[in-house]
């Protein structure tokens, strides 16, 4: 099994930053893909940003040029700087990561949540 612990959400004003963080542990063999996702209320659940298989990086559009995602490999860990955080940015943040475990077998986990709120 894998275990993800999420850190790094918060209260923080208009134009303010944040960041997240999420380290995975467990019967990993190779992390394929990491990335976050977040979810506001009444609303369905959104991709943020992502590494892709391939290393390469996505981003909704509506974070493109505030947010950066980045791993430490080493770690197993992904994180997300956020800036110019904007009151629509306010949700709960989940990270999300697909491996191959030790067995071979491939599973997606999803990281318990982190409430990012963004308010003055």
């Known amino acids: 099994q894998v275990q993800l612990v999420e850190s790094g959400g918060g209260l923080v004003q208009p134009g303010g930053s944040l960041r997240l963080s999420c380290a995975a542990s467990?019967?990993?063999?190779?992390?394929?893909?990491m990335g976050w996702y977040r979810q506001a209320p009444g609303k369905e659940r959104e991709l943020v940003a992502t590494?892709?298989?391939?290393?390469?990086?996505n981003y909704a559009d509506s974070v493109k040029g505030r947010f950066t995602i980045s791993r430490d490999n080493a770690k197993n860990t992904v994180y997300l700087q956020m800036n110019s955080l904007k009151p629509e940015d306010t949700a709960v943040y989940y990270c999300?990561?697909?491996?191959?475990?030790?067995?071979?077998?491939?599973?997606?986990?999803w990281g318990q949540g982190t409430q990012v709120t963004v308010s003055s």
């Open positions: 999300n990561v697909r491996c191959t475990l030790i067995s071979r077998n491939i599973r997606t986990y």
């Open positions: 590494f892709t298989n391939g290393g390469s990086t």
């Open positions: 467990g019967s990993i063999f190779r992390i394929n893909r």
